[in-house]
């Protein structure tokens, strides 16, 4: 059980575009979902924290018109890299949490490449 | 926020030894303690945790130690493996938020 899936795995864009980025829950319902940023031989930074129904809950030096954050349902949360630069190249990846329960399950990663 | 440090960043062991990795964290309101290891491009894995009421946890091969007064635990896997070989991250909780802080990360490598 508490599989979380991630949509798409790898993207590569042009810089300006915006990239959707989909984390679902699938056997399970996430009150609570997690969004990180990893660079390469790094360790997990967290962006923010999203609460089903309400607004994330940005981490310190983490843009929120830049990476906007929507958590519409307790399965699903997405987060959108609006105007992509290379610099936002990176591995993200969110993570669920339960109703009940401390442990986070992390979903597989999705590779940002923009060009 | 807390403050999590990891040590060492790099660690290789014969294939058979015991490995141990150790974190410190910052602020005593932090009540829940997960270690995670990761191989390269894929996700973190949950291989253990621990609770701030309990000083030691172990299943099978892996255990963790917490001092909560010295404000620190430590990951022990003993009788490596070369399939052990992997990034391990440890984590805290505060008990006043959801968010995990992670350490900096341990490569570990088994030679077989």
């Known amino acids: 059980g508490a599989v979380v899936s991630q949509h798409p795995s790898w993207v590569i864009c042009k810089s300006g575009t915006s990239v959707k980025i989909e984390c679902r829950s699938l056997?399970?319902?996430?009150?609570?979902m997690f969004w990180y940023r990893q660079f390469p031989k790094q360790s997990l930074m967290l962006m923010a924290t999203?609460?089903?129904?309400?607004?994330?809950?940005?981490e310190q030096g983490v843009e929120k018109d830049k990476f906007l954050i929507n958590h519409a349902s307790l399965t699903l949360s997405t987060l959108t890299v609006t105007s992509a630069h290379p610099e936002d190249s990176s591995f993200y990846i969110c993570?669920?949490?339960?109703?009940?329960?401390?442990?986070?399950?992390f979903g597989p990663g999705t590779r940002l490449t923009v060009l | 926020g807390e403050n999590v440090e990891q040590h060492p960043s790099t660690l290789s062991v014969q294939e058979g030894d015991s490995a141990v990795i150790k974190c410190t964290y910052s602020?005593?309101?932090?009540?829940?303690f997960p270690w995670y290891k990761q191989e390269l491009g894929k996700r973190p894995q949950l291989i253990i945790d621990?609770?701030?009421?309990?000083g030691e946890k172990k299943d099978q091969r892996i255990a963790v130690t917490l001092n909560k007064t010295a404000k620190h635990f430590s990951l022990h896997i003993t009788e490596t493996q070369p399939e052990d070989s992997a990034v391990y991250f440890c984590?805290?909780?505060?008990?006043?938020?959801?968010?995990?802080?992670f350490g900096t990360g341990t490569s570990l490598t088994v030679i077989p």
């Open positions: 621990i609770r701030s009421n309990v």
């Open positions: 602020d005593s309101a932090s009540n829940y």
């Open positions: 993570s669920a949490r339960g109703l009940a329960g401390l442990r986070q399950f």
């Open positions: 056997d399970f319902q996430a009150t609570t």
């Open positions: 984590a805290a909780r505060l008990n006043t938020g959801n968010q995990f802080y």
């Open positions: 999203s609460n089903e129904g309400s607004k994330a809950t940005y």
